[in-house]
Structures are given as structure tokens and as C-alpha cells.
Nanobody
Framework: QVQLVESGGGLVQAGGSLRLSCAAS????????MGWFRQAPGKEREFVAA????????VYADSVRGRFTISRDNAKNTVLLQMNSLKPEDTAVYYC???????????????????WGQGTQVTVSS
């Protein structure tokens, strides 16, 4: 079992920044890639960003590329999502997810991830 806890969400004005953090516990040695997804009210959950086990490979949704940066610290069992130049359309609940199977390349689909956090709300005002 892997437990994931997100933090760092909040309310920010358009153009501002937030940094989300996801702390993993439990069988962390079994984690391969980690990712961030988001879900806005009335919409399906969508992929945001993902990072490989070593951090050497990252992938981003087109809507956030160039504004968001994903990183991980395996010694601390954390993954971060730095979000800059935030837009109102970034408003959503953000979820951290982890894979316990090796999938190459890093997956952008939710079904490839085994464990999920409870989510953290990000609200961007215009």
C-alpha cells in the first residue's frame, strides 16, 4: 500500500504562483512514475504532468507546458508541482498519483496509476 497526501493548494490571483506538494508513505520503494491530475467542476479528470522514477523523464499536458514544472525528491518521498502564470482555467482539485508498475514511456492516463491522494483545491481568480 502507498499513501499519498497533497498540500499547497489555495486561492491565488491570475498570474500568480502556487507550489503543490505530495508526500508518499508506505511501500514507497515500489513507486515508479508519479503524476498530477486535476478535475474541475463538471469536467472529467485530466492529466497535468508526470515524472519518471529517476526524474529523468517528464511529460506535461499542452495546457500547462511552459508554466508548470514537476519534480521529485526520492530521499524525501515527495513530488512537487510548481505552477506559475496561473489562469482561471487552472481552477480545479489537483490529485497526486503513483504507479507501482514500470510503464515506458511515462503514462498520461489515469488508469495507469495505482494510488491516489485525496486532492487539494486550487482556485485562480480573474
Amino acid at each position: 500500500q502507498v499513501q499519498l497526501v497533497e498540500s499547497g493548494g489555495g486561492l491565488v490571483q491570475a498570474g500568480g504562483s502556487l507550489r503543490l506538494s505530495c508526500a508518499a508513505s508506505g511501500r514507497t520503494f515500489s513507486i515508479y512514475a508519479m503524476g498530477w491530475f486535476r478535475q474541475a467542476p463538471g469536467k472529467e479528470r485530466e492529466f497535468v504532468a508526470a515524472i519518471s522514477r529517476t526524474g529523468g523523464s517528464t511529460v506535461y499536458a499542452d495546457s500547462v507546458r511552459g508554466r508548470f514544472t514537476i519534480s521529485r525528491d526520492n530521499a524525501k518521498n515527495t513530488v512537487l508541482l510548481q505552477m506559475n502564470s496561473l489562469k482561471p482555467e487552472d481552477t480545479a482539485v489537483y490529485y497526486c498519483a503513483s504507479q507501482t508498475r514500470l510503464v515506458v514511456p511515462v503514462s498520461t492516463t489515469a488508469k495507469a496509476y495505482d494510488y491516489w491522494g485525496q486532492g487539494t483545491q486550487v482556485t485562480v481568480s480573474s
